[in-house]
């Protein structure tokens, strides 16, 4: 992907002119956890392969990468992506939902086989776990009710009480910043936003995606708006336990999936423009 930045700050303006994320004293046994740990991990294709299916957690609460349409089915870019993953692997995909905050703790415990949720690949999250070559990219940026002025940007916080979606990347960010006066933990974003055009919130912190796609289809998206610059672009990536021979196989889904035009069809479909390769 080429001029990443560029490309979503396209994102941005598309979106907000048609509208407008010690066991140190048993370490015998800490070994043999992690060794047991590490020959599960190492097992996930073959038991995709003997399941029929693989298991996928994602929230279904944050549009447009996973949420329910209005017949309560999941769909989204990360659903079809996650659908396309299992056609390519000769298997079915089954989806469980659940909050943010406890998808990369499920992963690595082995609820899932994979996390797809709009993740931000990040330095501490790869303590913890692996990720696929990036299939999308997102930054960090501050909404706010319109007509408010309560900030001028993501890093104009100080003092404020700020809303963000438990356990994402953009939590992390607006810690690092720091100064805040209360920080709010949502499920998703439709929560967020609610409390911040009822004044509950001084400014939610998200990802530009979710936030330009909100203020363009959602019927309380008029009452919000984007302020400032895109804050710490990143990539994201399908999260997979560590070491785990999985990784390659999806990279190779991913990688054929740009090639043959899928990856840019898809991103037209759920963010308005194509990235190139």
């Given at each position: 992907m080429k001029k990443p930045?560029?490309?979503?700050?396209?994102?941005?303006?598309?979106?907000?002119?048609?509208?407008?994320?010690?066991?140190?004293?048993?370490?015998?046994?800490?070994?043999?956890?992690?060794?047991?740990?590490?020959?599960?991990?190492?097992?996930?294709?073959?038991?995709?392969?003997?399941?029929?299916?693989?298991?996928?957690?994602?929230?279904?609460?944050?549009?447009?990468?996973?949420?329910?349409?209005?017949?309560?089915?999941?769909?989204?870019?990360?659903?079809?992506?996650?659908?396309?993953?299992?056609?390519?692997?000769?298997?079915?995909?089954?989806?469980?939902?659940?909050?943010?905050?406890?998808?990369?703790?499920?992963?690595?415990?082995?609820?899932?086989?994979?996390?797809?949720?709009?993740?931000?690949?990040?330095?501490?999250?790869?303590?913890s776990i692996d990720f696929s070559v990036p299939y999308a990219q997102d930054g960090a940026v501050a909404v706010i009710k319109k007509g408010s002025n309560a900030v001028s940007g993501v890093t104009d916080i100080k003092g404020k009480v700020v809303g963000v979606n438990a356990g994402s990347a953009f939590e992390a960010v607006v810690k690092q910043i720091g100064g805040y006066k209360e920080l709010k933990e949502y499920p998703g974003a439709a929560e967020s936003f609610a409390d911040l055009a009822a004044g509950r919130v001084d400014v939610v912190v998200i990802g530009i995606v979710a936030a330009g796609e909100y203020i363009k289809n959602s019927p309380s998206g008029q009452d919000i708006e984007i302020v400032g610059d895109i804050y710490e672009v990143r990539d994201i990536g399908v999260g997979i336990r560590k070491n785990d021979p999985l990784k390659a196989e999806i990279d190779k889904i991913i990688e054929a999936k740009k090639q043959d035009g899928t990856y840019q069809r898809l991103t037209e479909k759920y963010f308005g423009l194509t990235f190139d390769n």
């Open positions: 930045l560029a490309a979503l700050f396209s994102i941005a303006l598309l979106l907000v002119m048609t509208a407008c994320g010690s066991n140190a004293a048993n370490p015998t046994s800490h070994t043999a956890t992690g060794e047991a740990q590490q020959a599960e991990s190492t097992n996930t294709l073959e038991k995709i392969k003997q399941a029929g299916k693989i298991v996928i957690g994602t929230t279904g609460n944050y549009r447009p990468f996973t949420y329910m349409d209005s017949n309560n089915q999941l769909v989204g870019y990360d659903i079809e992506w996650g659908n396309i993953i299992a056609e390519e692997l000769g298997v079915k995909a089954e989806f469980v939902t659940g909050q943010f905050a406890g998808l990369i703790p499920g992963l690595v415990a082995g609820k899932f086989d994979v996390v797809m949720s709009g993740a931000n690949i990040t330095e501490e999250r790869k303590k």
